[in-house]
């Protein structure tokens, strides 16, 4: 089936992750039970539109979602055309919704350290400061090995993050006697590589680690606050960026290919803006002497 060899070229040649490839294969199937009654390489643009119209009244789908159809529709034709399986796109004149951008939440450094001071166990304690002190996503911990970890040199290697890409990020120094600890104290007995383990020495899954973020927001007093180990990821970003670090390092650090993504991704404070604003330009009061306007 073409669904099917395209779902493997998405993972042997582009990388995918598993979890991308299921919503690229979701999106695929529910297009091809739409319209049952003629083969998917036989769709035209029309049959398209109509799904997509489908998603969009009846569905309710918002901006977002139907973006994403879109994206792994066009994917998918585009996929056909290379490999000679259709010779017209019917995919190729869609246009995708705009979708309304917005600036993802954040907390304070204040609620972030008093997150972080809530577990009381070695390995939470662990998960929560890595979250934060490295920006990692939660997929990425969970996949972090115990040999991606360089005490000595103090950084973590990320082996095939988002994209399949790799990076490298700094250790704080206050991380490494938490890593030291915890390694100490994690189970000899497990055969799993894995950094992260569960009570049963198994490699501890992204949802488990969701569970665990929720958990000690609510120890924290926290409930009032959408807090995920993405919001970490967010805060170790925008706190970065509130102290003055370059945002290039900081689109290195998260492992985004776009810099335009580390610019939405990183919501920039009002206080940030007044600062850089008052270091940098001429008509700022804290510039004003140096000014030649002011003169006469």
Not at 41 to 54: A, P, S
Not at 174 to 186: C, D, T
Not at 225 to 245: D, I, M, Q
Request: glycine share 4%; net charge positive.
């Amino acid at each position: 089936m073409l669904i099917d060899d395209y779902l493997v070229w998405l993972e042997v040649e582009k990388g995918y992750s598993p979890k991308t490839i299921r919503e690229y294969s979701y999106d695929l199937q529910m297009f091809n039970t739409f319209n049952s009654e003629r083969s998917i390489e036989m769709r035209t643009t029309t049959d398209l539109r109509r799904f997509f119209l489908h998603l969009k009244r009846e569905k309710k789908y918002s901006p977002r979602s139907l973006h994403r159809k879109i994206c792994s529709l066009k994917s998918f034709y585009k996929f056909l055309k290379k490999e000679a399986f259709i010779s017209t796109n019917p995919a190729e004149n869609i246009e995708s919704p705009k979708i309304p951008k917005s600036l993802p939440k954040t907390i304070s450094v204040e609620e972030t350290l008093q997150l972080l001071r809530t577990p009381d166990n070695i390995r939470d304690r662990t998960i929560l400061f890595l979250l934060y002190g490295t920006g990692m996503r939660v997929s990425e911990l969970s996949n972090l090995n115990v040999d991606c970890v360089d005490l000595d040199n103090r950084m973590l290697r990320i082996i095939g993050g988002k994209g399949n890409k790799d990076r490298l990020i700094p250790l704080p120094d206050v991380l490494i006697p938490i890593i030291e600890e915890y390694l100490e104290n994690r189970r000899q007995d497990s055969s799993t590589s894995a950094l992260i383990l569960n009570r049963s020495g198994d490699r501890l899954t992204s949802r488990s680690i969701q569970r665990l973020v929720k958990k000690y927001r609510e120890q924290a007093n926290l409930q009032d606050k959408k807090l995920t180990p993405h919001t970490l990821r967010h805060a170790f970003a925008t706190h970065l960026l509130a102290n003055s670090v370059d945002i290039r390092v900081i689109q290195e650090l998260l492992g985004h290919a776009s810099l335009s993504t580390t610019q939405l991704y990183t919501h920039v404070s009002l206080a940030h803006l007044r600062k850089s604003y008052d270091l940098g330009h001429p008509l700022s009061e804290q510039n004003k002497e140096k000014a030649p306007i002011f003169d006469g």
